[in-house]
């Protein structure tokens, strides 16, 4: 869990980090858990393995899930009357829960919801890890609680550890997360060899793990040995401390200041080292878990800091400028010019050819000719199914002609590769991103616009402005046009979603009327449907009146209301001169059929009654009725067996 998280010292080297205090103390019982044993502690916080206590954490588990929009409000009997977040809505579900009795019917159902959405814990028997910040301060606990959102936003992946709760002891947060019982890759590589095939096997399953978070928009920022966790079957990662949105939150506070160095230099890309070498996204985790699987498969950091500080030690003191290995570390990092000091087979010559490009290639400096994550986890996957490890090369160490032209060989391929994938890649954002634009520059409903221009915002990600300015400039007007919005656009999803269905509701009953077979359906169910619809559109307009918001955002949902409950009335006239229209069609085709085609005319006897007994029971319809039984039926033996 450790990682510099600050400026690196520019004078003396970092000297032992003193043992701080326990931020619980272990054994003592708190709210709904009970800590049983430090895990780890590192810069960010401590980590704890704790017994959660079921009865006492069903409340808080369902409240927190409720508020944060996991959950439906209807489990403790809230139907729609607030929007979510509204301050009166949180009171309200509050107050709910914290009145329910555990011998209530509505405590077990929510107990049953727990046990329901958390599997894992359940077969784990309640124990969990608790993660606590190791600082009060302002700026340590807003990048906890973004490690919070980044995990509670990343869902459950099986290459992830998992998001249960997240709580408060006093005045400092708690992150409750599964208990995975394992070992980190720095223990794993210091404990035995790790062959190659098992390598690729976690390379692969970390690619995942990546892949997922970055279609969340989360960028980790922080892949290292000790961030990565195996218990010899699964692999996962962890430590979101340093997570960053791969897009740009509204209204979040920003943590990290524009000159301030993130990461563990010996893991960190170039462009978190120099923000001048370009912007930190999905290949800047790839480079990370390059870096890692170069020391899973050597057994030796790429840059290990024992090497730099004995090189320091060598120089004349007067040449020395900082006498922390890391800032050496850093300054060799940002030099593009320079490769890396290491390639894998310079340590393992039996490795196979293709993993060492697979490493080497996620590694390169230059982001143009790294991997992206989809193409790196694209490539892992099809060296697993053709078995590479199998086919190892010889035992003799290569020789320094022969790693020139793998070196040479692997950078023109990839370039090669990339450029390909690259002009691909901008096709199809080109395409999207187009699309995308000239849906939202016609769509009149604000919402949808948002999502729109949300989903074009992830397409133009991936086109560089300076060939793509015209589309970018389209995009950004009308974001800009949507700015000072967000909030209010917000808050009317959930009305919108309704007045959506009552909508379709609407739409589905015209189109039964007007079906070819609307006679097969009683006009009582008809009404009933109609009566029901028109009772949901007139609470639901009242609730939207009440919103407030502005005409730009409710206004088209309420105009669409009122007109729906404007012609509801009407729908009974119309399905009246529907079904009289049907029947005396029907009735002179049978008048026409009697004579020359009797088994036509006994379907159409067939049809008319069925038509007749699901219509309003009138004088016209029985005498119609009667008639058919008296002068068709016999005629057609239609009685008869």
Not at 150 to 161: T, W
Not at 502 to 511: H, K, P, Q, T, V
């Given at each position: 869990m450790d990682s510099v998280r600050q400026d690196v010292p520019k004078s003396d080297p970092p000297a032992r980090r003193e043992r701080v205090p326990l931020p619980l103390r272990i054994g003592e019982r708190y709210d709904y858990f009970t800590p049983l044993e430090p895990i780890a502690q590192g810069g960010m916080g401590t980590l704890f393995k704790i017994k959660i206590h079921r009865d006492d954490f069903v409340t808080p588990y369902i409240l927190g899930h409720?508020?944060?929009?996991?959950?439906?409000?209807?489990?403790?009997?809230?139907?729609?009357?607030?929007?979510?977040?509204?301050?009166?809505?949180?009171?309200?579900?509050?107050?709910?829960?914290?009145?329910?009795?555990?011998?209530?019917?509505?405590?077990?159902?929510?107990?049953?919801?727990?046990?329901?959405?958390?599997?894992?814990?359940?077969?784990?028997?309640?124990?969990?890890?608790a993660k606590v910040p190791r600082h009060e301060d302002a700026?340590?606990?807003?990048?906890?609680?973004?490690?919070?959102?980044?995990?509670?936003?990343?869902?459950?992946?099986?290459?992830?550890?998992?998001?249960?709760?997240?709580?408060?002891v006093g005045e400092r947060p708690v992150l409750i997360t599964e208990y995975f019982p394992s070992m980190d890759l720095a223990e794993r590589i210091a404990q035995a060899p790790v062959s190659a095939e098992s390598s690729l096997r976690i390379f692969t399953a970390v690619l995942r793990a990546l892949h997922h978070a970055h279609g969340k928009g989360i960028l980790h920022r922080d892949v290292k040995p000790s961030n990565v966790l195996t218990d010899g079957d699964q692999i996962k990662i962890t430590d979101f401390g340093l997570a960053k949105p791969l897009f740009p939150e509204v209204g979040r506070t920003q943590v990290t200041m524009a000159d301030q160095i993130v990461g563990t230099p010996a893991y960190m890309a170039p462009e978190q080292a120099d923000a001048r070498l370009g912007a930190v996204g999905e290949w800047t985790d790839v480079y990370q878990l390059g870096i890692t699987m170069f020391e899973l498969v050597t057994r030796r950091p790429m840059y290990d800091e024992d090497e730099y500080r004995a090189r320091l030690d060598r120089m004349p003191p007067d040449e020395v400028k900082d006498a922390d290995p890391r800032r050496l570390i850093l300054e060799e990092v940002q030099d593009r010019a320079r490769e890396h000091p290491h390639f894998p087979r310079d340590f393992d010559p039996t490795l196979p050819d293709e993993l060492e490009k697979l490493i080497m290639t996620a590694c390169q400096k230059h982001i143009l000719e790294r991997y992206t994550c989809e193409l790196a986890l694209e490539h892992a996957e099809e060296l697993l199914r053709n078995k590479v490890f199998a086919h190892a090369e010889p035992t003799l160490a290569p020789s320094e002609e022969r790693k020139r032209e793998s070196r040479t060989t692997l950078i023109l391929s990839a370039s090669e590769a990339m450029l390909a994938r690259h002009a691909f890649a901008e096709a199809e954002a080109y395409e999207r991103g187009l699309s995308l634009l000239g849906r939202a520059e016609n769509e009149s409903d604000v919402i949808a616009l948002a999502d729109l221009v949300e989903e074009a915002g992830k397409a133009l990600a991936r086109l560089p402005r300076a060939k793509f300015g015209v589309l970018h400039a389209r995009h950004e007007a009308l974001a800009k046009g949507l700015e000072g919005e967000r909030d209010d656009?917000?808050?009317?999803?959930?009305?919108?979603?309704?007045?959506?269905?009552?909508?379709?509701?609407?739409?589905?009953?015209?189109?039964?009327?007007e079906s070819e077979r609307f006679f097969e359906t009683p006009v009582s169910a008809i009404r009933s449907k109609a009566s029901a619809l028109r009772a949901r559109a007139a609470q639901h307009l009242e609730r939207v009146r009440r919103t407030g918001l502005p005409e730009r955002i409710a206004g088209r949902w309420q105009r669409q209301l009122e007109s729906i409950l404007h012609e509801l009335p009407r729908l009974d006239d119309t399905l009246a001169a529907r079904k009289a229209a049907f029947i005396r069609k029907k009735k002179e085709e049978l008048d026409r059929a009697i004579e020359r085609n009797p088994n036509e005319a006994a379907m159409i006897v067939l049809t008319l009654r069925r038509a007749l007994e699901n219509a309003d029971p009138g004088d016209w319809g029985r005498a119609l009725l009667a008639e058919i039984e008296r002068d068709y039926v016999p005629r057609l033996k239609l009685g008869e067996s």
């Open positions: 409720i508020l944060s929009g996991d959950l439906s409000a209807t489990l403790v009997g809230i139907h729609g009357r607030y929007l979510l977040h509204e301050p009166e809505f949180e009171e309200e579900v509050g107050r709910r829960i914290g009145a329910v009795d555990r011998r209530s019917f509505l405590f077990q159902r929510m107990l049953s919801e727990l046990e329901t959405r958390e599997p894992r814990l359940v077969e784990a028997g309640w124990i969990a890890a700026v340590a606990t807003s990048r906890f609680l973004r490690e919070v959102r980044s995990l509670h936003n990343m869902g459950d992946h099986p290459n992830i550890v998992k998001y249960i709760s997240c709580g408060q656009i917000e808050a009317f999803r959930p009305n919108r979603k309704i007045a959506l269905e009552i909508a379709s509701g609407y739409e589905a009953l015209l189109a039964l009327i």
